[in-house]
């Protein structure tokens, strides 16, 4: 249940993105603050919360279950320990694709995972979106957006729904690989990508 408590320990102390890594052991969240955590900051401690209670291969086969047949959780974050297949090594966390990403968007917006109230739980995180540089970027204020955003050095993800102001709602996931210069800010080139083909998108739809 949403409500379940999780317990905040050392073992989860995760560097990187997030707030967990920074307060003290011991703190009890409920599940949906963890995931919410996860969703919206991109929390590395809160992820690794929540693989501990559901397992890496629960995480794949409900992957599968889904119709996400290339998309696959392989490890922790920052886990030292290496992924089952050799060949895997290299992904680090996991891997996924944009097409596997539209339709975990669709069933979202459809309300065909778990059920309507699962769905809505999820968008309401997704809607708390902390990192609004890539697709909502340059959308302005007059469409929604519920998403999330992934990123490592060389590398910019950004996935979510964009309802316009006419009422349109539009999927959108766009992956920007092998970023030369490595820049954790705003100015990010894959950032500003996104941004530019999110709004060409939004412009060419509502036209």
């Given at each position: 249940t949403w409500d379940?408590?999780?317990l905040f320990t050392e073992e989860n102390r995760t560097p990187g993105s997030g707030v967990l890594k920074d307060l003290s052991?011991?703190?009890s969240l409920s599940l949906f603050?963890?995931?919410?955590l996860m969703i919206c900051m991109s929390d590395n401690s809160a992820t690794n919360m929540v693989i501990d209670l559901v397992g890496v291969e629960s995480v794949n086969e409900r992957m599968r279950s889904l119709g996400c047949q290339n998309t696959e959780l392989f490890r922790k974050v920052y886990s030292k320990?290496?992924?089952k297949d050799p060949d895997n090594a290299r992904f680090g966390l996991g891997v996924t694709t944009p097409q596997d990403q539209i339709r975990l968007l669709e069933l979202l917006h459809s309300n065909e995972i778990g059920n309507v109230e699962v769905c809505e739980c999820l968008?309401?995180?997704m809607y708390k979106q902390h990192y609004r540089d890539g697709i909502p970027r340059n959308l302005g204020v007059d469409v929604e957006f519920w998403g999330k955003s992934g990123a490592i050095d060389h590398c910019r993800n950004d996935i979510g729904i964009v309802k316009t102001k006419c009422g349109m709602s539009v999927a959108m996931a766009i992956f920007c690989q092998d970023i030369t210069e490595i820049l954790w800010s705003p100015d990010n080139k894959g950032l500003l990508a996104i941004a530019s083909i999110s709004e060409a998108i939004i412009r060419g739809v509502t036209s």
């Open positions: 379940r408590p999780l052991n011991g703190i603050d963890v995931c919410t320990q290496p992924p968008r309401s995180m």
